[in-house]
């Protein structure tokens, strides 16, 4: 069923949005030029107006996330606890490793200070007045 189209009636251009006003009957179904941006448009009925698309995209419906069911609250729930467990772990390997790191060095540090410098500690190592001595040997 069709409704009765009352003239005049006011369209839009789907470029640049400008009220067209459409006064006969005979003008509806032909081509006509916007007068504001002169772009070639269609002239349509109010109803079949109101489903065009105006060329400026159109902002999306944004999307209504259903509300979650109970399963999904816990799984969420559950992996939440995951991760912080992950988290928890991955700071215990941290700072475990950091501790191994610094007792190998402080191992490194006493085996050289023990076996290489310690032995050596004790020698006099001094030049003796004479050229005798536990000291330098003398060159021949």
């Known amino acids: 069923m069709a ?10 251009c789907p470029k640049c949005k400008a009220p067209l006003k459409i ?13 504001k941006c002169k772009k070639k448009i269609d002239v349509v009925t109010p109803d079949e ?4 698309s105006y060329g400026v995209e159109a902002a999306p419906e944004p999307e209504v996330e259903p ?3 109970e ?3 816990e799984a969420r729930i559950k992996e939440k606890k995951k991760k912080k467990l992950v988290d ?3 700071q215990v390997w941290f700072w475990l490793t950091v501790i191994f790191l610094m007792v190998l060095v402080g191992l490194g540090v006493y085996v050289i200070f023990t076996y290489a410098i310690v ?11 004479e050229g ?4 330098l040997k003398e060159f021949q």
């Open 132 to 135: 005798k001595g536990p000291g």
């Open 3 to 12: 409704t009765k189209i009352k003239f005049p009636y006011t369209m839009h």
């Open 67 to 69: 509300e979650p069911t």
């Open 71 to 73: 399963e999904e609250i």
């Open 23 to 35: 006064k006969a009957p005979n003008l509806v179904g032909t081509r006509i030029n916007c007068p």
């Open 119 to 129: 032995p050596f500690a004790d020698e006099d190592l001094s030049v003796p007045s």
């Open 49 to 52: 107006d109101a489903h065009i």
């Open 88 to 90: 928890a772990m991955r």
